[in-house]
């Protein structure tokens, strides 16, 4: 796997590629489908501009540099520069069953080790139990925290359940000596 980091350039593919690995057609041929949940779009070309401008690193994975997208995740720092979150972890999801979502999230925390990071943290929509359940076999913990699902923002979608909000979860991401 060849692993880039976005630009402006990549905005117009990854608006595509996400929107439709989360909730497109494409995305009811993965098991991470979120298209029962929340209906419509999951980022639109202004928002991926907005997080590239603020400095997030959106790393691109691909099988070679002109090839079509196999994967993407979003990592940037909180305020506490020892913990960064992790998100829009996507993948083709014809490819799911490759092991891919595994590669690129060890080069995503590979990545913010190397920044001198600790500590990663997630959130993922609380029904989505398959989702945290590969998360947690990945070495993510439910922290106890929660947050409000952003009601009323068409931008990330329409909800189809009142019920929503997020599951905070953390790694560590200290080596244990000899690793």
């Not at 943290?121 to 070495?139: D, F, H, N």
């Not at 329409?158 to 905070?168: A, H, M, Q, S, T």
């Amino acid at each position: 796997m060849i692993f880039v980091l976005a630009t402006t350039a990549d905005i117009d593919e990854l608006v595509l590629f996400v929107n439709s690995a989360y909730r497109g057609k494409s995305a009811e041929l993965g098991w991470a489908s979120e298209g029962k949940l929340v209906s419509g779009q999951r980022i639109d070309s202004e928002m991926l501009a907005e997080v590239l401008s603020a400095g997030d690193t959106i790393l691109l994975m691909r099988d070679q540099i002109a090839g079509p997208l196999a994967g993407c995740v979003s990592i940037k720092p909180t305020d506490d520069r020892s913990i960064w979150y992790l998100s829009m972890l996507a993948i083709d999801p014809q490819r799911q069953a490759e092991g891919l979502g595994r590669i690129l999230l060890s080069e995503a925390e590979a990545r913010i080790r190397d920044q001198g990071a600790t500590r990663v943290k997630i959130t993922v929509i609380w029904v989505r139990q398959a989702l945290l359940e590969w998360y947690e076999r990945r070495g993510y913990q439910r922290n106890g925290h929660t947050e409000p699902f952003p009601y009323g923002n068409e931008r990330i979608g329409v909800p189809l359940r009142d019920d929503l909000y997020f599951v905070e979860l953390e790694k560590s991401l200290v080596l244990a000596s000899g690793q």
